[in-house]
């Protein structure tokens, strides 16, 4: 492996500090057949073990969770990705990278001054009527502090951490490229498509920079939860607020964690956890952009039994067609209706390669069928996805990601509901919404709004029918004309019959030499070589050759299938 393969001279020295945790972590297999062991001592660096005693009373799980934490922000967001993905890894995994967190010692404000000063147009002091220098929290990204608008207004100012974008740029680049080398090393991950994790994490970590982004996003969740009355999200100070920095009204309400404070208040736990199920499931279900991570930090709980949720940095879309599937999924798990939670796994899973449906789905359906007479305040929902996913892990199948992203935010919405309420149970709060909904998606209003833009598409379809169809025809007539079959095992069949092919054509051509040869010999006169003739002596050489190649081609073959 090359040094330009994993980054170049300039990833260089990131990449000395990668191999370098994971060694110290006990993970010096990983950075040798990562290459970053080879590629380093060629650049003339030098790795070292350190505090290989200590390792060995660790767990895999805790030694790549610990080296995920020394690496970088990058790093612990991929972590707390992975926490969510029950498809891809097991449960030991799964509650070890839950305790990944991006708290940071914060950075000291003069270190941010320049940057906020350029981004608000002055000095925060002077922007603001009061503006607090020792910050409320500090995570990997951004750190925030209170202040306080010329107007009176309480709001927080959430600053990004100067140079974060091009650290973190740095270490998705080498992820990616990681990525590909541990999808070629360890073949067993390629059902997985580690590169195509990796992406799409990448993707969503970058939007996760964009602290305007952010906003946007709450405006958005703020109006489709507008009708509940009950849910509050933080107002947007636009004229204060860019990628790096963002202004929101300030919370002053009871941390989700602090369940003391919830009883001191004298707020109604059961009713808080009925409410922040419906708001969720709502995001979810209706509208189909939902908060991505509804975890007790995110959660404040206000007086007459409000909720406010905050942080909006990572959120999931649903498409309606996935809503749909999504409906049919969890009436399934709720009604314990096996075929149908069977056949929206399947579609999910999309390409399954070698796994074996038949025994897939019958797996499926027996998982549902065992809850099959349980009362439904006993079901667990949270623990249901994680279990029925586990079952496409065993076949080695994994689930998009935006529909990781809504298992995630399902176990964390039920596990913050058992922590207000030990007797909330999800299936119990869902069924009504879900039944609601699925009413409301075949009332003749909606029906007749589906079928209305069917027609439209296709109308437009007919509309272009005839330009589509003249182009065929014109290309039709310059010999352009193409069909194309992507079918990958009918591509296998036809290299085996073409390899088949080729060698039996070889065969032929000996057996032609051959004989060929055995006339000459018989024919008196022409030249001689080594007392014999010598077109001849030239056919049985070629013969012997191509026998020779004919017997190391079969062999090859035979080595590849073993």
């Known amino acids: 492996m090359s040094l330009d393969t994993l980054g170049g001279v300039q990833d260089l020295g990131r990449m000395e500090q990668i191999a370098a945790v994971l060694l110290r972590h006990g993970l010096g297999e990983a950075v040798r057949r990562l290459g970053l062991a080879d590629t380093l001592a060629r650049a003339g660096r030098v790795l070292h073990r350190e505090h290989a005693a200590d390792l060995a009373r660790l767990s895999p799980p805790e030694q790549v969770r610990l080296a995920l934490e020394e690496l970088g922000p990058a790093f612990v967001k991929l972590g707390q990705v992975l926490a969510g993905r029950s498809d891809l890894l097991g449960p030991e995994w799964i509650a070890e990278f839950s305790k990944l967190h991006s708290r940071v010692p914060a950075l000291p404000f003069e270190a941010l001054r320049a940057q906020l000063r350029e981004d608000l147009g002055g000095e925060p002091e002077t922007v603001f009527a009061q503006f607090d220098t020792t910050p409320l929290a500090a995570a990997s990204i951004a750190q925030v502090h209170r202040a306080r608008l010329h107007d009176g207004t309480e709001v927080v100012v959430k600053v990004r951490r100067p140079g974060i974008e091009a650290v973190i740029d740095a270490d998705l680049r080498l992820l990616e490229r990681l990525a590909g080398v541990a999808a070629r090393q360890w073949p067993a991950l390629a059902p997985y498509r580690p590169e195509q994790l990796v992406r799409e994490f990448a993707r969503s970590l970058r939007r996760e920079l964009d602290l305007a982004a952010e906003c946007r996003h709450a405006e958005r969740v703020a109006g489709n939860l507008e009708p509940l009355g009950y849910v509050q999200i933080p107002r947007v100070h636009w004229e204060h607020t860019t990628p790096r920095v963002n202004v929101q009204d300030l919370i002053d309400g009871v941390p989700g964690e602090d ?221 352009q004309f193409r069909i194309g079959l992507d079918l990958a095992h009918l591509r296998r069949v036809g290299d085996q019959l073409d390899r088949a092919a080729n060698r039996l054509a070889m065969a032929i051509v000996i057996a032609a030499l051959i004989i060929g040869s055995s006339i000459v010999m018989t024919v008196g006169g022409g030249p001689q070589l080594f007392g014999l003739p010598a077109f001849g002596l030239v056919g049985f050489v070629g013969a012997v050759a191509g026998a020779l190649w004919l017997v190391r081609s079969i062999r090859r073959d035979e080595r590849g299938d073993a």
């Open 259 to 479: 369940l003391a404070a919830v009883d001191a208040a004298g707020l109604d736990r059961k009713l808080l956890a009925q409410r922040g199920a419906q708001a969720v499931m709502k995001m979810i279900v209706e509208d189909g952009f939902f908060h991505a991570d509804p975890h007790p930090g995110n959660v404040f709980y206000l007086p007459g039994n409000r909720l406010a949720f905050i942080d909006f940095g990572m959120v999931g879309r649903l498409s309606p067609r996935r809503r749909e599937e999504l409906l049919s999924l969890l009436l399934g798990l709720v009604q314990r209706d096996p075929q149908a939670v069977a056949e929206v796994l399947l579609d999910w899973t999309g390409d399954t390669g070698e796994a074996d449906l038949a025994q897939l789905e019958t797996e499926i359906e027996a998982f549902v069928d065992q809850y099959h007479g349980t009362p439904l305040a006993q079901l667990s929902l949270g623990q249901m996805l994680v279990e029925v996913t586990a079952v496409l892990r065993e076949h080695s199948l994994a689930l998009p990601a935006d529909l990781a992203l809504l298992i995630k935010a399902f176990i964390s919405l039920e596990s913050m509901g058992r922590g207000l309420d030990p007797d909330f149970h999800m299936a119990q709060e869902a069924l009504p919404l879900l039944r609601r909904t699925l009413r409301e998606r075949y009332r003749p209003k909606a029906l007749a709004g589906r079928a209305w833009k069917a027609l439209q598409r296709l109308a437009g379809t007919a509309e272009r029918l005839p330009h589509d169809v003249s182009r065929l025809l014109r290309s039709a007539r310059h010999g």
